[in-house]
Antibody, heavy 118, light 107 residues
Framework: EVQLVESGGGLVQPGGSLRLSCAAS????????MHWVRQAPGKGLVWVSR????????NNADSVKGQFTISRDNAKNTLYLQMNSLRAEDTAVYYC???????????WGQGTLVTVSS | DIQMTQSPSSLSASVGDRVTITCRAS??????LNWFQQKPGKAPKVLIY???SLQSGVPSRFSGSGSGTDFTLTISSLQPEDFATYYC?????????FGGGTKVEIK
């Protein structure tokens, strides 16, 4: 069974940093591209970042370019999102998600809440 | 970035109704269009990929159509478990984008 379990969310002050993790199991993690998607409270889904299977290529939404960095450790079956210079508008549930290999997301984690507030 | 516009943003319907949701891309995306369903407090779930392919395990009352810039998600006979928010998403560009969502509520 495919499982994606996010961790690392919490309350952080404006300007602070946070690193999210996503532990993957139930599939060959090193074979799949992975994504981060976020959802502000009461709002819609926003794609954040994508990384290819070996970590050599990434794409980021314009809204987080230079601020967020996606990475992965295939030996640990773990996906990461390093978030710096956090602002109130970064407050959201952050979902880790797997790319099917056909260009669409087929599995999602349960999400981890990041709250940016003083 | 490719902008995705969904309409309507919300609708009220009854069990058994046929429901249609529209998604328009700001430029041609061929058939790189996916549909997701999200219930409150839950992660999204893929329904349709590649504009018209039904994801395994998804009921056949869901269908998708379209190509280029205009796409449609149809629920042929709305069931109680279908009351949720629906999102389209393009995967044509390396920068993926979602539509704003359509909330389907009980009439």
């Amino acid at each position: 069974e495919v499982q994606l379990v996010e961790s690392g969310g919490g309350l952080v002050q404006p300007g602070g940093s946070l690193r999210l993790s996503c532990a993957a199991s139930g599939f060959t993690f090193s074979s799949y591209w992975m994504h981060w998607v976020r959802q502000a409270p009461g709002k819609g889904l926003v794609w954040v970042s994508r990384i290819n299977s070996d970590g050599s290529s990434t794409n980021n939404a314009d809204s987080v370019k230079g601020q967020f960095t996606i990475s992965r450790d295939n030996a640990k079956n773990t996906l990461y999102l390093q978030m710096n210079s956090l602002r109130a508008e970064d407050t959201a549930v952050y979902y880790c998600a797997r790319d099917s290999g056909l260009g669409y997301i087929d599995y999602w984690g349960q999400g981890t809440l990041v709250t940016v507030s003083s | 970035d490719i902008q995705m516009t969904q309409s309507p943003s919300s609708l009220s319907a009854s069990v058994g109704d046929r429901v249609t949701i529209t998604c328009r891309a700001s430029q041609s995306i061929s058939s790189y269009l996916n549909w997701f369903q999200q219930k409150p407090g839950k992660a999204p779930k893929v329904l349709i990929y590649g504009a018209s392919s039904l994801q395994s395990g998804v009921p056949s009352r869901f269908s998708g159509s379209g190509s280029g810039t205009d796409f449609t998600l149809t629920i042929s006979s709305l069931q109680p478990e279908d009351f949720a928010t629906y999102y389209c998403q393009q995967s044509y560009s390396s920068l993926l984008t979602f539509g704003g969502g359509t909330k389907v509520e009980i009439k």
